[in-house]
Each structure stands twice: as C-alpha cells, then as structure tokens.
C-alpha cells in the first residue's frame, strides 16, 4: 500500500494541468496498452458525477471512462455495452445496465453519470437524455489511491487491459465532480452551454499523462 500511495504521489509530481478546451484525446487504433491516466488529489468520494464528450464508428464493447483503487477495481465506470442501445455503469463493483439508448456510429455524443453513496443510486444520460434511476451499491465511499484511466478498461489497478475493450475514437470536454450535479446542469453540459466546471477533473485544467498512441488535436464538432 505505501508504494501505490508512493506511485500516485510521484505521479501527481509529475503532471501539469494543462488547458485542454477545443482539443481532444484521439485514440486512432486498437491496442491493449495505449490509454491516458488522470490524475486527481480528491481521494475520498461520497458521490461522483462524470461527463464527457465522445465520437467512434466501434460496434463491439469498449470502456469510456475507469476509476480504480487497490481495494475495489471497478469503482466507477461507464461502460459501452456490445448491444447498440445499451450501456453499463458500474460503482463498486456492481453495475446496472441502462437500455433504450439512441446511440449511433460516427456521431459525436455526450454521456454523463452519477452515483451518490448514501442512496446507492446511480443514473445515466445520453445526449442530455436521462435513464431510469437504478440502485446499485451503498454505504461506503469511494476511497484512494485513485487512478482514472481513458481508452482502456481496468481489470486491475492501473493495468489487466483488454484490447477488445479498448476506446478507438475520440473523446473532449471531461468534467468530475465529487458530488451529484442536477439535471439542469447536465441539461446545460450536453447542449454545449455555461455549466459548472468539474471540480475533481476539469477539462480546462486537466492533470493527465499518455501511454501509447494516443494524440491531441483540435476538438471541432462543427466548421
């Protein structure tokens, strides 16, 4: 345990946040190495909301978005189901699976999520659109040494990747934030308006390092 809170401090030492606003993480082949781990000093969550930006012609299973501790691997994660309307989110390590999404190939989309400890309630939105409020686990926080990890599904603290659950697309505008934000703002976030930024992961600010193959460009999603 004192030398994952070692890595995580090192890593911390190491990142500069750096302003990623109209830029994107291009993840451009299928790899089980290639990722970008974020870094963040909140280690101690009661709730969490993420959201973020995505575009990708897959049509098998692949992760979006794994937040990792040494206890529990799978203790937030938003997940890409093989079914074209189907997603799963996981919050220490259970998971509901969200039907009836309009999800669509080649199409830039936004997702966001929640969880809050002390329901055990989870919801998911697509496009601004909201799922049905799930249960899923409660009673404890989510608790360090966190690593996020983009492009590939941890299996493992900070490893155990699949490559056929591997991210090949691109992803802009993630945002964390250690409590649940309201439906006005997820509202605001997917129509592209002001909204609160993240206050564990802010896209504007983002502390990140990448492994592998995987670039920043510019984010345009329209000319």
């Not at 203790?75 to 009836?100: C, M, Q």
């Not at 909204?195 to 896209?203: E, M, Q, Y």
């Not at 390092?209 to 510019?218: A, H, P, Y």
Request: hydrophobic share 40%; charged share 20%; glycine share 6%.
């Amino acid at each position: 345990m004192v030398l994952l809170l070692l890595l995580v401090m090192l890593t911390s030492c190491a990142a500069i946040p750096q302003d990623l606003s109209d830029k994107m993480f291009t993840f451009p082949q299928e790899t089980n190495t290639s990722h970008v781990r974020l870094t963040t000093s909140r280690q101690n969550l009661g709730a969490v909301s993420v959201c973020l930006r995505f575009f990708t012609d897959l049509k098998r299973a692949y992760s979006l978005f794994s937040l990792a501790a040494p206890s529990v691997i799978e203790n937030f994660l938003i997940f890409k189901r093989t079914a074209s309307d189907e997603f799963e989110v996981w919050a220490k390590d259970r998971y509901a699976i969200l039907y009836g999404q309009d999800y669509k190939l080649n199409t830039w989309h936004s997702v966001c999520s929640t969880w809050d400890a002390a329901s055990g309630v989870l919801q998911f939105w697509l496009d601004g659109k909201p799922s049905s409020r799930k249960f899923v686990r409660s009673g404890s926080n989510i608790n360090g040494p966190i690593l996020i990890v983009l492009g590939q599904d941890q299996d493992s603290y900070g490893g155990g990747f699949d490559i056929k659950q591997s991210f090949v697309g691109m992803m802009a505008d993630l945002h964390m934030w250690d409590y649940v934000i309201s439906p006005c703002e997820i509202h605001s976030y997917s129509e592209q308006q002001i909204f609160t930024l993240g206050n564990v992961l802010d896209w504007s600010a983002l502390e990140f390092q990448i492994s592998g193959k995987v670039l920043i460009e510019d984010y345009k999603k329209t000319c």
